[in-house]
């Protein structure tokens, strides 16, 4: 019997790997050699512009597109045309489809086809999505209807769970419920949970992992507390004058350098107690150290891969 | 993190199952559609009325006896078919309905089912519903001529029944070919039809102008056009072995397309899909044969057809007007093609033409008397 490290061993393993993965329509490449793995017991953000790529890497992983080159896994095993592993898998795409007219009779649907359907979770949902059983899906409203096909689709007890714009058309109350909901899942039951949007502010508080996507090519992998912890923006003013060079002389890895009046605005890369330690010495009259939201993250990672930003997000 | 698993994984019959509720109520509507055009028919006629009429129209009953049918039977059966026709296309939209909207693929064919129990579940479903259909209209008519004491009329119609039913399942195997190939419904049905007519229709006006005789029982001929054969038996004897032969061939064609079929397919008209250069020879050759004949009728009607340089004039032109329509009407953007990818469906048409009517010539007999 294997035990409970073995088994988080495992659900953390590689749930989701892309290798070279190009999908091709006609001339179009949406995508083009992407390569990247995605960890369970996750939540991994695909962020991207209109006409990225986002959409058709989670069909791909979805299986219902076939690779035009490379392959698409899951657990080692390739997804498309894989019945067992679909068994695990649930795509909610943008425009969510309902074969019945009422959330009751798409339950029964979904429980004769999914082995893992969890009638229990499924109620335990229902009291939390303000969703009727009996009403008619086709006259709920967008959101209303994205929130049908979520909830249908945690309670098919997925290992991984694939969201297209899942936020969208959500008020902010049903967003946060949401996010709660799909946490407690990963933490709860080892769900990975893979989620495309446009939105960086959306996904920030929540994804473990986030990819960047443009034009077919995946530009950016990285976990994001990393990403935050590695850049730094410390508004300062000092006694004397100090330049950038001299802090680079310190040590420091200056990504961007602002003078306004007395007031010294620095990016950084490097740790927040490194910072301070250096600027210290310096014997600052004001050290302050400025949130960052993951977006200005991005620009300055890309802005260093010469990339403008305005082009890849929304 | 699963719950366990104590049900097997859902496989054809859950498929079976599936497109068999959702097509129920169709099926009990063109079940009650036959009913009504022949055994509630033959009700209403009456019995008096209908062995008065069977035994006194002389002239047409040799023709009839041939099919199996008599004086009231015909006009019934002609009823079935044309109610055949329209339950084919209705269902087999119904059945397949799903594959044409991207939302819907996405969710199936990210279901945890293989693309061949799809297919198969589908098809066994229509099978299935037709099989109901035309067996609960037989048991009614059965117990109408039984009741009447006439179950050797039963009998004999029941070779034109069982023909009409293998010539349903024709239609409906060549239907799902071009459902399977489609990207929307409408260009399904358009091109399903279009091609029907664009083959028969041409093949008429060769055998026309060719002056030859047409064989209908044995024709290739209606190898492309399946939904004549739910009408030319009333007249004339047709083979229900080909039917047969017909069936399992386009059946495996639909399977095979179905297979290859990219679920981005969904939604796109089917003039932007890479195989429909290959349909459109036979629309340039109906418009050809089309055009030829016409101005040929108009102004050299007097010479032989196929030595007449109107009818070349007005197959060339018609053949440019049949290329032009089958790209406008697939959704095609004709100033966004290019011209050498239009040219060739053109010459291909042409050569269709050439071809055809060689074999014609070579293959049949000239008929006693011009047509």
């Known amino acids: 019997m294997a035990s409970e490290t073995e088994i988080q061993t495992e659900e953390k393993a590689q749930i989701l790997t892309a290798d070279r993965l190009s999908k091709h329509f006609g001339p179009v490449k949406a995508l083009d050699r992407v390569s990247c793995s995605i960890e369970g017991s996750s939540i991994f953000g695909l962020i991207g512009s209109n006409g990225a790529g986002k959409s058709t890497f989670l069909r791909l992983a979805a299986g219902v597109y076939k690779p035009t080159a490379g392959r698409m896994l899951y657990r080692g095993q390739i997804v498309y045309e894989n019945a067992r592993a679909k068994q695990e898998i649930q795509f909610v795409s943008d425009q969510p489809f309902f074969h019945f007219d009422t959330l009751y009779k798409m339950s029964k649907f979904n429980r004769s086809l999914y082995l893992g359907w969890d009638q229990a979770l499924y109620e335990e949902l229902l009291a939390i999505f303000p969703l009727g059983e009996n009403d008619r899906l086709d006259r709920m409203s967008r959101g209303m209807q994205r929130q049908a096909a979520v909830l249908l689709a945690i309670a098919c007890n997925p290992s991984l769970l694939l969201l297209d714009e899942a936020f969208d058309g959500l008020d902010p109350v049903m967003r946060q419920n949401l996010k709660r909901i799909l946490a407690r899942q990963v933490a709860d039951r080892h769900l990975t949970v893979l989620i495309a949007s446009q939105n960086l502010r959306e996904l920030e508080d929540f994804c473990d992992h986030v990819g960047l996507l443009h034009q077919g090519g995946l530009l950016f992998v990285e976990e994001l507390d990393k990403l935050r912890l590695s850049i730094v923006k410390i508004q300062a003013a000092f006694p004397q004058p100090v330049t950038e060079s001299h802090l680079r002389e310190r040590g420091l890895d200056i990504l961007q350098f602002r003078t306004r009046g007395s007031l010294i605005e620095i990016l950084a890369r490097s740790s927040e107690e490194e910072i301070h330690r250096v600027l210290e010495e310096l014997h600052p009259l004001l050290l302050d150290v400025l949130p960052l939201s993951l977006e200005e993250v991005f620009i300055y990672e890309l802005s260093l891969k010469s990339y403008a930003v305005s082009d890849l997000l929304a | ?371």
């Open chain 2, 1 to 371: 993190m699963m719950t366990a698993i104590t049900q097997t994984a859902p496989g054809l019959g859950w498929v079976f199952g599936k497109s068999f509720q959702r097509m129920r109520s169709l099926m009990l509507l063109f079940s009650f559609l036959f009913l009504l055009a022949m055994p509630i028919a033959l009700l209403i006629i009456g019995r008096d009325n209908y062995l008065t009429l069977v035994s006194s129209y002389n002239f047409l009953e040799p023709v009839f006896r041939e099919q199996n049918l008599n004086q009231v039977l015909w006009p019934l059966h002609l009823l079935l078919a044309l109610i055949s026709l329209v339950a084919v296309a209705v269902l087999a939209s119904a059945g397949f309905r799903t594959f044409y909207l991207q939302n819907a693929v996405d969710r199936e064919s990210s279901m945890p089912l293989g693309s061949n129990r799809q297919f198969l579940g589908r098809a066994l479903a229509l099978l299935a519903a037709f099989c109901f259909i035309f067996a609960v209209n037989a048991a009614v008519t059965f117990a109408v001529f039984a009741g009447w004491g006439k179950i050797a009329h039963f009998f004999t119609y029941s070779t034109a029944y069982l023909r009409l039913f293998a010539a349903t399942l024709e239609l409906l195997a060549f239907s799902l070919v071009f459902l399977a190939l489609s990207g929307t419904l409408f260009d399904a049905v358009l091109t399903c039809v279009g091609i029907q007519f664009a083959w028969a229709s041409s093949v008429f006006h060769i055998l026309g102008m060719t002056n030859r005789l047409t064989d209908l029982e044995t024709d290739i001929l209606w190898l492309l056009a399946p939904a004549a054969r739910l009408f030319i038996p009333i007249l004339l004897p047709v083979s229900a072995w080909q039917s047969l032969v017909m069936i399992v061939f386009w059946s495996i064609m639909a399977w095979f397309f179905y297979k290859k079929r990219p679920a981005e397919y969904a939604g796109v008209r089917n003039g932007q899909l890479p195989w429909y250069p290959v349909l459109q020879p036979f629309f340039v050759l109906l418009g050809g044969t089309l055009l030829g004949s016409f101005v040929h009728g108009l102004f050299a009607g007097e010479q032989s057809t196929l030595r007449s340089p109107v009818f070349y004039m007005g197959l060339v032109a018609g053949a440019l007007l049949g290329q032009v329509v089958s790209t406008v009407v697939s959704g095609k953007q004709l100033r966004k093609t290019k011209i050498a990818k239009e040219i060739l469906p053109i010459l291909g048409g042409l050569t269709f033409f050439a071809l055809m009517t060689g074999l014609v010539c070579l293959c049949m007999a000239p008929a006693a008397t011009p047509w």
